[in-house]
C-alpha cells in the first residue's frame, strides 16, 4: 500500500512538473502570437471571451493568459471590462487539459510510448540552442504529463478494494457540499487545478468515485483555483485586485449554478457516456464553464462596475502598472513598465506645456522633484526584468524601455534649469517655436489624443534649423554692440535647452511606441545619430 500511495504522489508531481515544463515552452514558442492575438481580438467582452478561450487552450494555461492580461491592463493597452471576457473565456480554454488527460492519457495509456519522448525531448532541451530548447522542453514535459498519469492510475489500481465511494462524503447534496470544499482545498494546495482533474479523473476512471462526486470536485478545483490568484495580488495593483476579484466571482457564481444543477445534469451525462466514463466528467466541467460565460457574458457592464466599486480607487497612479507578480513573464512586465513610462511622460509633457503656453504657466521644477521617486521606482523595476538572450523581439522591447527611461531622466533633468527656461517666454525670436513645442507638449499629454513621434521629430527639426538661424543673429548681435556678452549666453541657453528638450521628448514617444510593438526593431543609440542629445 506505501509502494501505492508513492506511485499515486510521484504521479501527480510529474503531472505537475511536465504541465509546468509544457506550458512553459508553449508561453515562450508562442508568445508573440498570444500577445498579438489578444490585443488584436478583445474589443468587446464578446470577442474577449473566444480569444481568451481560444489562447488559453493553445498554450495550456489560464495563469499565463491571466498574467497577459494583467500586463495589458496596467499599461492601458486593454480595458477592464475587455478583461473580463478573457477571464470568462480563460475558464473554457483550461478544460482543454481534461480532454486530453480523458482522451489520450486515459484512454490510449501512453506512459509507456512516452517514454522514449521524454529522452529525445530532455537531450533536444539539454543539447541544443534557442528556439529548439524550448520545443524539447515542451516535448518532454508533454512525455511527463502521460507518464505521470499512467503512475497514477497504477497506484490507483493497488486502492480498488479499499478505495470506494462509500468511504467519500455520500453522493448527497450536503455530501456534495462537503466535496466541494474538499477540491477547493487540494486546488489551493497543490496549486494546480488540472492536477486536481487530472487525479479526479483516475479515481472515476477507477470506480473509486462517483460521477456526481467527481462534478463536485472539479466545482471545488475550478473556485480553488481563484485563491492562487488573489494571493497573488497582495500589494498589488488597483487593477490587478480588480482582475482578480472578477474571476474569483465568476468561478464562484458560475460554481453555484453548476453545483445547483448537478442532480439534472449528472443522470443524462452518465447515461450518454457511462457512470465511469472520464469523458462524462470533462463533458460536465466544459458545459459548466460555457454555461456559465453564457449567463455572464450579458451582465458583463454591470459585473464589472460591481467590482469596481468593490475594489474602489482613484485614478490610476504613475507607477501602478509595476506589479512583482508580472516578474514571471518578462514581456507583461514590460506591459507594467511601458504603462508606468507612459504616465510619467504625460505628466512631464503637461507641465512643460503648461509652462510653454501662451499665458505662461508655472515653471515645472517642482513638478519635476515630485516625478524623480516614479523614475526611480521605474528604474527599480526595469533592473528586476530578466529576458532570456535568444529572445530577440522581447530583448528589442527591453533595450527600448531603457532608451525612454534614459530621456525621461535627462527630460526631468531639463525641467529644473529654470533659468533656462525664462528666455523662452520672453524673447521675440523664441517665443514662437517655444510655444509651438508647448502646443505639441499638451496635446502629448492627452491620452485620448495623443501624438506621434514622426510628429514630434518634424518639430524637432524646425526648431533646431530656427535656433540655428536665432544663433548665428544673436552672435551678429553682439559683434555690433546691441546685446551685452552675458545676454548671448542667457539667449544661447535657452536655444540649447529648447532643442535637447524636443530632442528627449521625442524619443520618450520613440521609443514608447517601440517598445509597444510585438516585433520591434532594434532601437538605434543616440551616440549613433546626428541630433545632439546632451547629458
Known amino acids: 500500500m506505501q509502494l501505492d500511495i508513492l506511485s499515486i504522489l510521484g504521479g501527480i508531481g510529474l503531472f505537475l512538473f511536465g504541465m509546468q515544463s509544457m506550458t512553459g515552452a508553449l508561453r515562450q514558442l508562442a508568445s508573440r502570437q498570444m500577445r498579438a492575438f489578444l490585443s488584436s481580438f478583445t474589443t468587446s467582452p464578446y470577442s474577449g471571451a473566444l480569444t481568451g478561450a481560444a489562447t488559453t487552450a493553445v498554450i495550456q494555461s489560464s495563469s499565463a493568459t491571466m498574467v497577459t492580461v494583467i500586463g495589458f491592463v496596467g499599461a492601458g493597452l486593454m480595458t477592464f471590462p475587455q478583461a473580463i471576457g478573457v477571464i470568462y473565456g480563460a475558464n473554457i480554454g483550461t478544460t482543454m487539459t481534461g480532454w486530453i488527460v480523458a482522451l489520450l492519457g486515459l484512454k490510449l495509456k ?116 481563484t485563491f492562487t490568484a488573489i494571493l497573488a495580488t497582495v500589494g498589488g495593483s488597483r487593477d490587478m485586485r480588480r482582475t482578480a476579484i472578477a474571476h474569483m466571482a465568476y468561478n464562484v457564481v458560475t460554481g453555484a449554478v453548476a453545483f445547483a444543477l448537478l442532480g439534472l445534469v449528472v443522470p443524462p451525462l452518465a447515461a450518454v457516456f457511462g457512470p465511469r466514463e472520464p469523458a462524462a466528467l470533462v463533458s460536465f466541467h466544459t458545459l459548466f464553464n460555457v454555461l456559465g460565460v453564457v449567463i455572464m457574458l450579458p451582465v458583463t457592464a454591470p459585473f464589472a462596475r460591481l467590482i469596481e466599486q468593490l475594489v474602489p480607487g482613484r485614478e490610476a497612479a504613475l507607477t501602478e502598472g509595476l506589479d512583482r507578480s508580472l516578474l514571471s513573464d518578462p514581456n507583461a512586465a514590460m506591459d507594467g513598465a511601458g504603462g508606468c513610462a507612459a504616465r510619467i511622460m504625460r505628466a512631464m509633457f503637461a507641465s512643460l506645456g503648461r509652462c510653454l503656453s501662451p499665458g505662461g504657466g508655472p515653471l515645472p521644477s517642482e513638478d519635476a522633484l515630485r516625478l524623480e521617486p516614479a523614475l526611480d521606482d521605474l528604474h527599480a523595476y526595469l533592473a528586476r526584468i530578466r529576458v532570456p538572450a535568444d529572445a530577440t523581439d522581447a530583448m528589442n522591447r527591453y533595450s527600448a524601455l531603457l532608451h525612454q527611461y534614459d530621456h525621461l531622466t535627462r527630460l526631468a533633468h531639463r525641467m529644473t534649469r529654470e533659468d533656462q527656461m525664462r528666455p523662452l517666454r520672453v524673447d521675440p525670436g523664441l517665443r514662437r517655436p517655444a510655444m509651438a513645442f508647448g502646443a505639441a507638449l499638451r496635446r502629448a499629454s492627452d491620452p485620448d489624443r495623443g501624438v506621434q513621434a514622426a510628429a514630434l521629430e518634424r518639430l524637432e527639426r524646425l526648431i533646431s534649423g530656427r535656433t540655428h538661424r536665432l544663433r548665428r543673429s544673436a552672435l551678429l548681435r553682439e559683434h555690433v554692440g546691441l546685446v551685452s556678452v552675458q545676454e548671448v549666453f542667457e539667449v544661447t541657453d535657452a536655444m540649447r535647452w529648447l532643442e535637447r528638450a524636443a530632442h528627449n521628448a521625442a524619443r520618450c514617444v520613440h521609443y514608447g511606441e517601440l517598445a509597444l510593438s510585438e516585433a520591434p526593431a532594434p532601437p538605434v543609440s543616440d551616440r549613433l545619430e546626428t541630433t545632439p542629445a546632451g547629458p
Open 110 to 225: 501512453l506512459g509507456t510510448i512516452a517514454l522514449p519522448g521524454l529522452l529525445l525531448g530532455a537531450l533536444i532541451a539539454t543539447m541544443a540552442h534557442g528556439r529548439m530548447v524550448r520545443i524539447g522542453r515542451l516535448l518532454a514535459g508533454f512525455c511527463l504529463v502521460f507518464i505521470g498519469l499512467d503512475l497514477m492510475q497504477e497506484g490507483a489500481a493497488g486502492f480498488e478494494g479499499w478505495l470506494s465511494p462509500e468511504i467519500m462524503p455520500a453522493d448527497t447534496f450536503a455530501g456534495r457540499g462537503l466535496l466541494l470544499l474538499l477540491g477547493a482545498a487540494i486546488t489551493v494546495v497543490i496549486q494546480s487545478s488540472s492536477a486536481g482533474v487530472a487525479t479526479t479523473l483516475v479515481l472515476l476512471g477507477t470506480g473509486a468515485i462517483t460521477l456526481g462526486q467527481g462534478a463536485a470536485l472539479v466545482i471545488g478545483m475550478d473556485v480553488g483555483t
